[in-house]
């Protein structure tokens, strides 16, 4: 089995779907292409043209998992972040999603150490990861990279869906 992480190339978005979306479907999730899912149609957009990333993990060329970093910009003092933030992160990982026939393969670990590794080469020092309560497994993963629960939601997906926040020191 060979693992390779890489970032995710426009041509990857059929891909990145159907791994998500096979996570959805496992979960009994809705599906929302034009609203909490239009990121993954048009990553240019999304991403890559405020200098965020998509890293996909693939198992002998077959994309099998996703990631995200997105890179919070700097604000000059006294300006109000639109977004809520856990103490004062300045980026987090998004969209870290293994298909369920590809579990247990060092995916999610893979995929989250190339984020992790990624955010640290452009100077980020601390990471925001907002997760749904029922990915008990995946908390584990984050906690043993020194992650540690400071913080929950309510996520603004079509289930509204109970989240914790987790802070890692980068």
């Not at 239009?38 to 990631?67: C, K, P």
């Amino acid at each position: 089995m060979n693992i390779q992480v890489r970032q995710a190339a426009l041509t990857d978005t059929e891909s990145i779907v159907r791994v998500i979306k096979a996570v959805y479907d496992e979960y009994g999730f809705s599906w929302d292409p034009e609203g909490y899912h239009a990121d993954l149609y048009d990553l240019q957009t999304h991403y890559f043209s405020h200098g965020d990333r998509f890293y996909v993990a693939e198992i002998d060329g077959v994309v099998q998992g996703t990631g995200a970093l997105e890179m919070f910009p700097a604000h000059p003092a006294g300006f109000a972040d639109p977004l809520p933030r856990i103490g004062g992160c300045d980026c987090s990982i998004e969209r870290v999603y293994v298909h369920p026939d590809a579990r247990r393969r060092g995916l999610g670990r893979a995929i989250t150490l190339q984020v992790i590794a990624d955010a640290r080469l452009a100077g980020r020092t601390k990471m925001e990861i907002w997760s749904d309560k029922r990915f008990t497994e995946a908390h584990l993963l984050y906690q043993k990279m020194g992650a540690r629960v400071v913080a929950e939601r309510i996520c603004d997906d079509p289930e509204e869906s109970p989240e914790w926040g987790l802070e890692l020191i980068l």
